[in-house]
């Protein structure tokens, strides 16, 4: 599969796995500060060892992570981020069985309380450094097809600016970046 070629998140299973709000925590932090151990994610996390060994074990099942062996020894064993399309997309409702769409929908929902969070912290990191903490809010007149048409340019343009851990120059830092559309409230 191509970099580029959106690739549809909709096993229930995988979507499953990435619901869970310590497995998007220990996600972003081998995004961001790279390879660790889960007493490293433990103590990061305020979790027991025997809980994130657990978390990581479902994360390296699905294909998110995987083991460094060069890096590993006896018990002490180091996890990365496992190489995955860049252009990871989520099934739309009708796209996932009736029985599974409860996994979509907490998955939506553990996502936007870490979104929430990034916005509370906006303001902080705005002050500290505009340089790094830009903003947009807007109101558009698009189509259905504008709109479709908009995420794809959007999503290209992301990629094209981000690069992965290892392709950054020096500089490069971890920026989160977020993008929601829903529609207007007519009344």
């Known amino acids: 599969m191509k970099d580029e070629e959106p690739f549809v998140l909709d096993d229930p299973d995988r979507l499953k796995a990435l619901a869970h709000p310590m497995r998007r925590r220990m996600l972003t932090h081998l995004n961001v500060h790279g ?23 479902q994360l390296e099942k699905y294909g998110f992570i995987e083991e460094i062996p060069e890096r590993s020894s006896g018990r002490e064993r180091w996890w990365r981020r496992a190489e995955l399309p860049r252009d990871m997309r989520l099934p739309t409702p009708d796209q996932v ?40 809010r807007g109101l558009a007149r698009m189509t259905k097809e504008d709109l479709d048409a908009f995420y794809d340019e959007y999503i290209a343009l992301l990629l094209r600016y ?24 007519e009344d």
């Not at 390879?35 to 060994?53: D, Q, R, V």
């Not at 309380?113 to 906006?122: I, P």
Request: charged share 30%.
């Open 35 to 57: 390879p660790a151990t889960s007493t490293t994610l433990g103590e990061l996390l305020g979790a027991k060892t025997g809980t994130t060994s657990y978390h990581l074990r």
């Open 97 to 136: 069985a009736p029985e599974d769409r409860p996994v979509l929908e907490e998955f939506h929902r553990v996502g936007y309380e870490e979104d929430r969070r990034l916005f509370d912290r906006f303001p902080a990191a705005y002050r500290a450094d505009p340089g790094w903490a830009k903003g947009s």
């Open 162 to 185: 981000s690069r992965r851990a290892d392709e950054a120059p020096p500089g490069a830092r971890p920026v989160h970046v977020r993008l929601f559309t829903l529609p207007a409230d």
